[in-house]
């Protein structure tokens, strides 16, 4: 059994900073998700959207295709030439630890 909630089927009066962090970039995976294709994965070139619109300042030359293409590539772990939030978490990951000033 799970130790994990799905808080989206409870009622909730107020969430944390941190939890309200986590639905924030759960909406706008599934926001971005799923206009090419499938609404689990990011296609490339809603991924592209995402990061244009939403990692401006975290991503640089987002708009540049031939970017797009090498950062998907890094993260598509099963190379089907789409993202799943797994996959995408780990742009997250590396994003916040960089922004956080933590190694890996």
């Given at each position: 059994?799970?130790?994990?909630?799905?808080?989206?089927?409870?009622?909730?009066?107020?969430?944390?900073?941190?939890?309200?962090?986590?639905?924030?970039?759960?909406?706008?995976?599934?926001?971005?998700?799923?206009?090419?294709?499938?609404?689990?994965?990011?296609?490339?070139?809603?991924?592209?959207?995402?990061?244009?619109?939403?990692?401006?300042?975290?991503?640089?030359?987002?708009?540049?295709?031939?970017?797009?293409?090498?950062?998907?590539?890094?993260?598509?772990?099963?190379?089907?030439?789409?993202?799943?939030?797994?996959?995408?978490?780990?742009l997250i990951?590396?994003?916040?630890?960089?922004?956080?000033?933590?190694?890996?």
């Amino acid at each position: 059994m799970s130790s994990f909630r799905n808080i989206s089927t409870q009622r909730v009066s107020a969430q944390s900073i941190m939890e309200a962090a986590i639905c924030t970039l759960v909406t706008q995976f599934k926001t971005y998700a799923g206009k090419d294709g499938s609404s689990s994965t990011l296609s490339k070139d809603e991924f592209q959207n995402l990061v244009t619109s939403e990692l401006p300042n975290y991503v640089k030359n987002a708009s540049d295709p031939v970017v797009i293409e090498q950062l998907m590539g890094s993260l598509d772990e099963n190379n089907d030439g789409e993202l799943t939030f797994y996959e995408f978490w780990q742009l997250i990951g590396k994003l916040a630890s960089k922004q956080g000033g933590f190694t890996q």
